[in-house]
Each structure stands twice: as C-alpha cells, then as structure tokens.
C-alpha cells in the first residue's frame, strides 16, 4: 500500500487549486487501512461508496491496474462532477464517477469483486451482497446500534449468496443520506431532536419508537440534559472507541446519545422520566443526583471497566437478517 500511495498525490485531490479544500474527506491513514484489508488486486473489478475528495478512487485505480476497472459512487453531484475531472486530469482512465445512491448498489457495473464504502448505511442493504461475487469482499463502516456514531468497520465475505463477517475494526464514516449532507456537525440519521439557538445541541434515542408525533421524549431529556444538569467528573479517562462499542453491544433499548456541544458526544440512558450520559471529556451529567438513569449508566460504567475495557475488535460480530416490513431490506450488525 505504501508504494501505491506514493504514487497519488494525495494534496492534489484534498486540496485542488481550482476546487479548493474538500471537506468531505477522510483520514488517510484509515483509507489506506481498509484498502489493506479490502485486498484488490489487478484486473479486479471494484466498486466504492463515496467518492469524496476521489482520493480513495485514485487509489483503487492503482491497485487494479490497468486492466481492472474502478466505480466511484456519491449522491453529491458536485463531488462526484469533480472527482473525474481530477482523475481526468491526472490520467486516470480506469474510474468511473457516477451520481447515485449507493445504498442501492450500482447494478449496471456488478459484479464486482470488491466493494468499500466511506460512508455508513442504516444496515448492510441487500443489494450490496447481491451484487458480489461469490468469494467476493466487503469492507463498510456498519452501525451496532440505532444511534449515530456507534460504528464499526466490517470485513465482510459474500459466500453462497450470504454475507459472513471476518473481523471488525475500530472506526466509522459519515452517515449514507438519500441528498447531500451540508451541515457535517450534526449526525445525517437518527436524530430525533435538535436546538439550533442558542447553541446546537441534539439527542437520538434507540427508544424513538415509543415517543409521540411531537418527538416529546427526546425533547424533554434533551432539556433535562442542558437546563440545570447534575454534573460529576468520572473516576477515569473514557477510552471512546471502547466505551461507545461496549455500550452498543449491550442492546438496550433505552441507549441514548447526545451532542451537547459542538464535537463532544455523549452516551447514556433515558427514559420518558429521567436521563444520564457520560461525554467523551468524562463528564456525567443527569437530571438529578438521584436519577434512576443514572444508576444505570453507572452500571454500566462497572461493568465495562469489570470486562476490561475490551477493544473493538475483540467482539464477536453476528449479522442478522432484516425483512423489508422491519425498515430496509439487509442485515444489522451486532457484537457480542
């Protein structure tokens, strides 16, 4: 991968001199690893989702080589308009860029021998594995939980029509929306309740489905959150990867997260009465000092550092399948 990267500049596309700085961009060094783990080779034909700044295509064109062939997804025209003229300019010849939803897949250019995705569906669609080879590799961010930010990255193999997950790796992408996403600080799915004034702020629930029409409880524990909060510093560090994924695997239903400031998050529990979270400095806040929320969290708080702050990938990852009656048609990922 080193040799490969060296021969993309990297710059070039992040930080073109006509387009300007593209802010929907990712690490390079996570790009670089889910390439790693995605292992193309030549003649390959290869698909990803999200062509941002089209670093990551310029990559894959490399890999593939000449006699492979590269498709580069994303549902923001402009992105995608200059990603080929980028790879255009530089010679690239073997990518494709084409505007689309790629929850749906990209059916006209399958099958394909890989697919990776720099950004997160609600679930692993079904059209993705339809669309694989048999033997065929999947590398895509996947949700644990129905709350923004709580990710993993899959590495999926379609064998017989079904998906099977090698291994999971910390990290996450932006939420996959159905139109480009203009504001990145605030989660593209799952937020159940904003404040815009006088500062943003917002809450997601995984216990949406029992709230009322006027989005009630997630407006109360947001204000129960902000207004007067019961404060207290945690005993440790919070270790965010772990935390956030040992939280998901616990499969509550009452799993809350919340951005109370700009770029810190927080993980906790809620219910129509109460509600506590811890963010990502250590800070608890409740809605009171004795909040049955916040016997929970503390709970839960025990127990992970009991089990030892386990790593991300120290899980074992089941999907399981998802009917069409049940929300999109595919598999959810959970750990255990």
Same mark, same amino acid.
């Given at each position: 991968m080193t040799t490969v990267a060296e021969a993309v500049p990297e710059r070039h596309y992040t930080h073109h001199e006509q387009r300007g700085v593209t802010p929907h961009r990712s690490n390079p060094r996570f790009v670089h690893r889910e390439l790693n783990t995605l292992d193309v080779r030549e003649g390959m034909n290869v698909v990803e989702f999200g062509t941002?700044?089209?670093?990551?295509?310029?990559?894959?064109?490399? /890999?593939? @080589?000449?006699?492979?062939?590269?498709?580069?997804?994303?549902?923001?025209?402009? /992105?995608?308009?200059w990603g080929a003229v980028i790879h255009h300019e530089r010679g690239v010849r073997n990518v494709e860029c084409h505007v689309s939803d790629g929850t749906a897949g990209f059916?006209?250019?399958?099958?394909?021998?890989?697919?990776? !995705?720099?950004?997160? +569906? %609600?679930? *692993?669609?079904? !059209?993705?594995? @339809?669309?694989?080879?048999?033997?065929?590799?999947?590398? !895509? +961010?996947?949700?644990?939980?129905?709350v923004p930010n709580m990710t993993v990255v899959a590495k999926i193999v379609v064998r017989d029509g079904q998906p099977v997950v090698e291994s999971v790796a910390t990290g996450g992408y932006i939420e996959a929306t159905t139109s480009p996403k203009g504001d990145l600080d605030l =989660?593209?799915?799952?937020?159940?309740?904003?404040?815009?004034? %006088?500062?943003?702020?917002?809450?997601?629930?995984?216990?949406?489905? #029992?709230?009322?029409?006027?989005?009630? @409880?997630?407006?109360? !524990?947001?204000?129960? *959150? *902000?207004?007067? $909060?019961y404060t207290e510093p945690y005993t $440790? #560090?919070?270790?965010?990867?772990?935390w956030r994924t040992f939280a998901a695997s616990l499969e509550d239903h009452r799993l809350?997260?919340?951005?109370?400031?700009?770029d810190l998050w927080a993980i906790g529990h809620s219910t129509t009465t109460s509600a506590a979270v811890v963010q990502q400095d250590g800070t608890i806040l409740a809605?009171? =000092?004795?909040?049955?929320? /916040? #016997?929970?969290?503390?709970?839960? /708080?025990?127990?992970?550092?009991?089990?030892?702050?386990?790593? +991300? #990938?120290?899980?074992?990852?089941?999907?399981?399948?998802?009917? +069409? $009656?049940?929300? %999109?048609?595919?598999?959810?990922l959970h750990l255990s």
């Amino acid at each position: 991968m080193t040799t490969v990267a060296e021969a993309v500049p990297e710059r070039h596309y992040t930080h073109h001199e006509q387009r300007g700085v593209t802010p929907h961009r990712s690490n390079p060094r996570f790009v670089h690893r889910e390439l790693n783990t995605l292992d193309v080779r030549e003649g390959m034909n290869v698909v990803e989702f999200g062509t941002g700044s089209g670093y990551s295509g310029a990559l894959l064109s490399q /890999l593939v @080589g000449p006699s492979g062939q590269v498709t580069s997804l994303d549902i923001d025209a402009y /992105l995608v308009r200059w990603g080929a003229v980028i790879h255009h300019e530089r010679g690239v010849r073997n990518v494709e860029c084409h505007v689309s939803d790629g929850t749906a897949g990209f059916a006209t250019r399958a099958p394909y021998d890989r697919m990776v !995705a720099w950004c997160t +569906p %609600p679930l *692993l669609p079904k !059209a993705w594995v @339809g669309q694989v080879v048999d033997g065929g590799v999947i590398v !895509a +961010p996947l949700p644990i939980a129905a709350v923004p930010n709580m990710t993993v990255v899959a590495k999926i193999v379609v064998r017989d029509g079904q998906p099977v997950v090698e291994s999971v790796a910390t990290g996450g992408y932006i939420e996959a929306t159905t139109s480009p996403k203009g504001d990145l600080d605030l =989660p593209g799915r799952w937020v159940d309740w904003e404040n815009r004034v %006088p500062s943003p702020s917002w809450i997601s629930l995984a216990w949406r489905n #029992e709230d009322d029409h006027l989005h009630s @409880g997630a407006r109360t !524990a947001l204000d129960r *959150l *902000l207004e007067d $909060a019961y404060t207290e510093p945690y005993t $440790a #560090e919070i270790d965010w990867p772990s935390w956030r994924t040992f939280a998901a695997s616990l499969e509550d239903h009452r799993l809350t997260m919340a951005g109370l400031r700009p770029d810190l998050w927080a993980i906790g529990h809620s219910t129509t009465t109460s509600a506590a979270v811890v963010q990502q400095d250590g800070t608890i806040l409740a809605d009171r =000092p004795d909040s049955p929320s /916040l #016997e929970v969290l503390r709970g839960w /708080l025990a127990a992970w550092e009991e089990a030892g702050r386990p790593a +991300p #990938e120290s899980y074992t990852p089941r999907l399981v399948r998802r009917e +069409p $009656a049940d929300g %999109p048609d595919g598999w959810g990922l959970h750990l255990s």
